[in-house]
């Protein structure tokens, strides 16, 4: 004889069999309902019900004996306990498919063949494999009001945005594909909520933040949310993803306007593939402010933005463009070991000619400084007088900022000034060294260059390093004349953990010749002969070469070293290693 007794204070719901029945094992013999629950009492045997003690509705305070059982054997099967058929799963598992892009076969089809990738190929392709987690992925567009649900997750999914945090070679990243596919784009009231969203977990831990913009601007047909705002002008995603302290990595592929440029605007490092065309108004946007119609392909193509300044790294398709993310992301002021093999290195001793008024290509010197295959170059395409671009030096990453010899002859323009100084707030921001490469006349000048604003451009460049809080370390290749010298130095030879010179190196208040010129002006005049003229002209240029040449500048403390060329990664790395660690500063780069 079985005594089944209540294991606590209840409620009988339900009594399913009655004295003379036989039952098998796991058959349910009655239900008990607690805290609106039910619980079902299974006979744990086969056997015969010889007497049911209680009856549905009645109270059980708990030890009183509910069902009394004859063990033995029966005619009558044995009943499965496990659940077989699973609605909860079955709707999850249909609800999940439609976020995957098998999904929207024809969708897909199309934009490969463009030429371009899904959003969520974009994903799979940053993260390392299965370690990304999505967040929103179930969201829809704000329109529940005039279209149906079943419809708004097969066509709007994620609300046209994947978010989510995974690692990228270990490291963790945060990052939100804007899904084109879905309403072209656009920004919707849930994919405002899931960017904050995403940001604010980012924020804890100030992980870097990679933005995939692809698409247009505010979606105005979010029904769903008339009765709540108006032009939702106090939407917080775009105030939250300037403010952002993290890294931030803005990618895009073909159409960028609007909203998206805004946030693509803002990021630190912001790549584009040829096949893009980025702009603050899109068409819909130019035609209703009375501009007339346009094609999107009319506006910010790719080879513009580059020249402009807004792309940084211009790459062939969306597969390079995710590499160079990579590259970035794996930028860390932390030294990681150099690879095995010796650097086989262009001879650093030949880069600067001997005759001194010859140019040479400033790129061939930072491939001989560089680690090799490190060195990642941005904004090629605008400010051609300043090369600037990230690199590591046995290990290290830093950041490099040098003059261009074969523009301009090195002189510092606008641009330069511009593309300098940003640069520095963005290594700073990041927490990584600079060496500076100078070979600089000094700043531009002119009546003509004056009309671009110079002296405000130039003074960016002193601000920049003013305020830079790394370490600083700057070579002088060849030229270091007047403030333009300074200013590659971060405000002054004195300025950088440490300052040294090829024996090419030359200072200077200002070019030599025209030093001579200016300051011996009456005395050659007043020489006759042409041919006595240049001769006592070269005189004094020689003579203040002599005066000013590395070897003898360093004698007079001008700067801390003169070193060979060929020992010059090992002075680099010397110099960082002893100005200790960097951490990112408290500071942002502008978007300019």
């Given amino acids: 004889m079985t005594l089944i007794k209540a294991e606590s204070a209840a409620i009988v719901a339900e009594v399913h069999v009655t004295p003379g029945q036989e039952v098998a094992a796991g058959t349910v013999l009655l239900a008990t309902e607690l805290m609106k629950m039910r619980h079902e009492i299974r006979a744990e045997q086969s056997g015969i019900v010889t007497a049911v003690h209680v009856t549905a509705g009645q109270e059980l305070q708990g030890g009183e004996t509910l069902i009394t059982l004859e063990p033995g054997s029966v005619s009558v099967e044995e009943v499965a306990t496990d659940d077989t058929a699973r609605p909860d799963l079955e709707e999850y598992a249909a609800r999940m498919a439609l976020l995957d892009d098998a999904a929207r076969p024809e969708a897909v089809a199309k934009r490969h063949a463009l030429g371009g990738r899904t959003a969520r190929e974009n994903i799979n392709d940053l993260f390392d494999a299965g370690s990304f987690t999505e967040y929103g992925a179930l969201a829809v567009a704000a329109q529940r009001g005039k279209r149906a649900l079943p419809d708004l997750q ?63 601007g505010g979606r105005p047909n979010d029904g769903d949310t008339a009765l709540i705002m108006a032009a939702w002008l106090n939407v917080t995603s775009f105030r939250h993803f300037a403010a952002y302290k993290g890294p931030k990595i803005g990618i895009v592929s073909g159409y960028c306007f609007a909203g998206n440029a805004a946030l693509y605007g803002v990021c630190d490092v912001r790549i584009a593939t040829r096949n893009s065309w980025t702009g603050m108004g899109g068409p819909a946007m130019i035609e209703g402010g009375g501009l007339g119609v346009v094609a999107p392909k009319e506006i910010g193509p790719s080879d513009v933005q580059a020249s402009t300044g807004l792309i940084d790294i211009l790459t062939e398709d969306e597969t390079e463009a995710v590499e160079a993310a990579k590259r970035l992301l794996g930028l860390e002021a932390a030294q990681t070991p150099p690879p095995d093999a010796p650097k086989e290195t262009p001879d650093l001793r030949s880069i600067v000619p001997v005759d001194r008024t010859r140019a040479y290509d400033m790129r061939a010197a930072i491939d001989g400084l560089a680690d090799s295959g490190t060195f990642q170059e941005l904004r090629r395409g605008f400010g051609a007088g300043m090369i600037t671009g990230f690199a590591r030096i ?12 074969l523009h301009l002859g090195g002189a510092i323009d606008a641009e330069a000034g511009d593309k300098g100084a940003r640069f520095l707030q963005l290594c700073d921001a990041w927490g990584l060294p600079v060496i500076t490469l100078c070979d600089t006349p000094g700043f531009m000048v002119g009546p003509e260059v004056e009309k671009t604003g110079q002296v405000a451009h130039i003074s960016r460049l002193f601000l920049a390093g003013a305020h830079f809080s790394q370490p600083l370390v700057t070579l002088i290749l060849r030229k270091a004349y007047g403030l333009g010298a300074m200013a590659m130095a971060g405000g002054g030879l004195d300025r950088p953990h440490f300052c040294c010179a090829w024996p090419t190196g030359e200072v200077g208040a200002m070019g030599l010749e025209g030093a001579v010129r200016l300051g011996h002006r009456d005395h050659l005049v007043a020489i006759e002969d042409p041919a006595e003229r240049e001769a006592e002209y070269q005189r004094l240029v020689a003579a203040l070469y002599e005066r000013g040449k590395a070897l003898n500048a360093a004698s007079l403390l001008e700067f801390d070293a003169v070193i060979d060329p060929a020992e010059t990664r090992t002075a680099l790395h010397r110099a960082l290693e002893s100005a200790g660690p960097a951490t990112p500063g408290p500071r942002y780069a502008d978007a300019w």
């Fill in 394 to 405: 046995r290990g290290r990453a830093v950041g490099l900022l040098a003059n261009n010899p």
């Fill in 154 to 216: 097969a066509r709007t999914q994620g609300d046209g945005i994947i978010c989510g945090i995974g690692t990228v070679s270990g490291r963790t990243v945060a990052a939100m594909a804007v899904d084109y596919m879905v309403l072209a784009g656009t920004q919707g009231f849930n994919h405002h909520r899931k960017m904050d969203r995403l940001i604010e977990v980012a924020s804890r831990d100030r992980l870097p933040i990679v933005l995939f913009a692809e698409g247009g």
